[in-house]
């Protein structure tokens, strides 16, 4: 039985008239990869700023690798390694003078510093700018050398804040490869995003949060099982015009068809769809098909029907 790394019980904070954390409680389980997944504004920041000693609660309680982070902040801190969404690095600093420095903040003697610090830059493809200066790096380089601070002292629960958003794809890629060898090497990883695409494939375990609340918590095999025996096809036809939705509902009434996000045309069903029987049935409507996508349901679909948000909300 695996332990209990993170518990949060009943956390709630405000912001004046704004609830930001409504009274939240969950548990990450040692060595697990946690995803807090939840649109702008949910809450994600002001959780995870709480969970790192960076925000006082207004209620509840924290504990960090068994010891109470209200009562002993110092003892909590030593366990874990956080990555804000902004940066706290220093500009005038270069990227290897920066990671020596956090390691310094962590008590590493001199040389385990050095050593580390060449160890990471490699790692986050950093070591032909080890010198340059911090500010005279790119968002996608500024945000891997965040993370290496984060991990200096190979914290044993690691705490990021949108640790993907806003960079280019391959210091995303980087990213995702590195939290999941830490993943896989046993530390306790807890992510926020709002990339659902990104929490399916990296998260053992999604908790949705919405408006300052936990809506769902479960692993990613448990929230896909409900949907896991669906299909959804998509259609796009050529031309301005697009087939009427109450028309195409009565000529397919085991499906349930909507608009998709992409203008065309969305059939779900459970099981298998008949594609032929669909595209001649577009046809003898008088539409030409552009295109027709087979496509499983996604956590996405998962999200939007749990949370009741729109499709697409997350993309903002
Ligand atoms: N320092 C603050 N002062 C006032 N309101 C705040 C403050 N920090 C957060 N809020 C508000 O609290 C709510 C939750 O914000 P939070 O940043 O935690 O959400 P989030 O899920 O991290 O969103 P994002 O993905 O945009 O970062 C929002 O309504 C936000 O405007």
Do not use: W
């Not at 045309?265 to 539409?287: C, H, M, P, W, Y």
């Amino acid at each position: 039985m695996s332990k209990t790394r993170i518990k949060v019980s009943g956390l709630r904070k405000s912001f004046g008239d704004v609830v930001a954390v409504d009274g939240i409680s969950f548990d990450v389980m040692d060595g697990e990869l946690f995803g807090f997944l939840g649109p702008n504004g949910a809450g994600k920041t002001t959780t995870i700023n709480m969970l790192t000693g960076l925000a006082r609660p207004d209620a509840g309680t924290i504990t960090v690798g068994g010891i109470d982070c209200a009562k002993k902040p110092k003892s909590a801190q030593h366990l874990i390694g956080v990555v804000p969404d902004e940066s706290n690095l220093y500009p005038e600093l270069s990227g290897y003078d920066n990671l020596c420095f956090c390691g310094g903040l962590y008590g590493m003697r001199l040389t385990e510093r050095k050593a580390r610090a060449g160890e990471l830059l490699e790692l986050f493809g950093l070591a032909g700018v080890a010198e340059r200066r911090f500010s005279g790096y790119s968002r996608g380089m500024k945000r891997r050398l965040t993370i290496a601070a984060g991990i200096m002292h190979s914290p044993p629960i690691l705490f990021l804040d949108e640790p993907t958003t806003g960079i280019d794809v391959q210091s995303a890629r980087l990213t995702r490869e590195v939290l999941q060898e830490l993943h896989r090497s046993g530390t306790t990883i807890f992510l926020t995003t709002h990339y659902i695409e990104e929490a399916e494939r990296m998260c053992d375990r999604i908790a949705f949060m919405v408006n300052g609340l936990i809506v769902r918590v479960d692993s990613v095999n448990n929230l896909l099982k409900p949907v896991e025996d669906r299909e959804v096809v998509q259609v796009s036809v050529l031309g301005p015009e697009v087939p009427n939705l109450k028309v195409l509902g009565n000529l397919f009434p085991d499906y349930s068809i909507d608009r998709a996000a992409n203008g065309g045309i969305r059939i779900e069903s459970t099981g298998k769809i008949n594609v032929g029987a669909v595209v001649r049935l577009f046809e003898d409507q008088g539409f030409e098909v552009a295109e027709v996508k087979r496509t499983a349901l996604s956590l996405e679909d998962v999200f939007v029907r749990v949370t009741g948000l729109k499709a697409g909300v997350m993309d903002k």
